[in-house]
């Protein structure tokens, strides 16, 4: 661990409101009603604080009590919201530099991956994966090991080189893969402090051209599961579980893995005539271009433009890792909940995740099939429910995605998280006074 500066408050002059207060910086007055990206969260944080330095999250993050950084909100839970005040990394958006001899590129906390992916592409880098969004910050999504697919790619924060943290104390470290907490901070669910910049893994750019199949039997998927996993750098199956059948098959190949063609028919499946949404019947002028033309790997790993909604909008998710060896077995056993499933459902998708050695990865030592669900706004009903699908997925020992909904309490995730208590253990070192703490550490970790 390298300490690299530290706000010292003896000596400091700091200002004060006329009431007395101390005015810290960043303060958004009037902050507004303050909701989670789909609207199903309030978040109860009284005060918002908008850092434009490092050193503003350092004094921030010394002064104040209860606290919780805050990316780009698309967490479907209060995992962001905070008894106090919530720290905003939106005005640390930018990507700072890319170190061409050692294959990385350094951004800020708050940028999204949208942000900078463009540039970086224009430079001649790509990251190796992103998720079916580009509009979340890179702090935030590791934060919670959000994934793409591809039956090689770890999660997002696999890609995470180094990053500079801003302990609960306001000391700023930069913690890299050699040092001993690296793999508990890295998906950290905003336990341990304010990352205000990740240095990222990157390779030479590459294109991707994106192939879509309706209806693939579900027997195909029975039968040959590894193999259309592994037809692409990333795939998705997406299905409403009904009739036996995949809607949608979004196979992704990089151009300078797969010369071949794929047909227009596969494993039952024929090959779409124009492009779709992954939800039947909404507009496709938010998905990344499809019909096999080639585009930037930004422009195609991520299902949605930036620019445009993502997904539905007015919808709420959830998600389930099994074991990959177990992925015909927990597909089978959802189809079988069909009816129930159905019924609040927008669409489900069915994703590839790599083992990676983080801690609280829903990947971690294990390769995964992700199964996501995304649902119409009736919470009550999906909470209703959620029980029923997690008990379902029990024997496969199922870990839920941290960003969305789920209802598996912290005694169960003990069981299926071997470092779990490790990491309460380091949280609690990092944070005596326990200024991350949240409602959701409470109920669901600790
Ligand atoms: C439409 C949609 C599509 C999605 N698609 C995918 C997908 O394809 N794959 C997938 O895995 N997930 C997906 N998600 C979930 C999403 O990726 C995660 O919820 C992710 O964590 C959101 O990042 P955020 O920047 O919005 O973080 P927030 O929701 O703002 O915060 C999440 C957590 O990160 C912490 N945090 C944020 N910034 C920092 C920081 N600088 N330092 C320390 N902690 C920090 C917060 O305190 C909080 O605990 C999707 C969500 C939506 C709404």
């Known amino acids: 661990m390298k300490t690299t500066s530290m706000i010292v408050t003896g000596g400091l002059v700091v200002p004060f409101s006329a009431c007395g207060r101390q ?31 490092v050193e503003e999250v350092q004094e921030l993050v ?11 909100r698309h967490c479907f839970n209060n995992i962001a919201d905070s008894p106090g005040s919530q720290i905003t990394t939106s005005g640390l958006n930018r990507m700072l530099s890319v170190d061409e001899a050692n294959m990385t590129v350094t951004v800020e906390a708050g940028a999204r991956y949208g942000d900078f992916a463009e540039e970086l592409h224009d430079r001649g880098y790509a990251l190796h994966n992103l998720a079916s969004l580009p509009h979340i910050t890179v702090a935030g999504a590791c934060a919670t090991g959000t994934h793409g697919s591809g039956v ?19 000391e700023l470290v930069t913690i890299d893969r050699q040092h001993p907490d690296f793999p508990a901070v890295v998906v950290g669910l905003g336990a341990f402090g304010i990352v205000t910049r990740m240095t990222l893994e990157v390779q030479p750019t590459f294109e991707v051209r994106q192939h879509i199949y309706n209806n693939l039997p579900l027997t195909s998927v029975v039968d ?5 996993m592994s037809a692409g750098y990333s795939v998705s199956l997406f299905t409403d579980w009904l009739d036996g059948n995949v809607s949608e098959v979004w196979i992704k190949r990089r151009t300078d893995r797969h010369a071949e063609e794929l047909g227009g028919e596969y494993y039952g499946a024929l090959a779409a005539t124009e492009n779709m949404h992954p939800i039947a019947g909404l507009s496709t002028e938010a998905v990344s271009d499809q019909m096999g033309r080639p585009g930037p790997w930004y422009d195609r790993l991520p299902h949605f433009r930036m620019g445009f909604t993502p997904s539905a909008g007015e919808e709420l998710q959830s998600e389930y890792f099994v074991p990959r060896e177990n992925a015909v077995e927990a597909i089978l056993a959802i189809e079988a909940l069909a009816d129930e499933v159905n019924p609040l459902l927008l669409i489900s998708e069915i994703r590839t995740i790599a083992a990676d050695g983080l801690w609280m990865s829903p990947a971690y030592q294990r390769d995964s099939v992700a199964l996501h669900f995304t649902w119409k706004q009736q919470e009550p009903e999906v909470l209703a429910l959620l029980p029923k ?41 990092y944070d005596p006074e326990e200024k991350f703490h949240n409602t959701y550490l409470d109920n669901r970790v600790w």
């Open 224 to 228: 040959h599961f590894d193999t259309i």
């Open 389 to 429: 699908i997690e008990e379902t997925l029990a024997p496969f020992a199922v870990r839920p995605h941290w960003g969305k909904l789920f209802t598996i309490n912290a005694a169960t995730l003990r069981q299926r998280y071997p470092k779990l208590d490790d990491f309460v253990t380091l949280a609690k070192r």
């Open 152 to 170: 090689e790619n770890g999660n997002l924060a696999t890609a995470v080189v180094s990053f500079d943290l801003v302990r609960p104390d306001g």
């Open 23 to 53: 005015v810290l910086p960043g303060l958004v007055e009037d902050p507004g009603t303050r909701q989670n990206w789909a609207g199903n969260y309030t978040y109860q944080a009284e005060r918002l604080y908008r850092p434009g330095t």
């Open 62 to 72: 010394l002064e104040l009590g209860k606290q919780k950084a805050l990316g780009s």
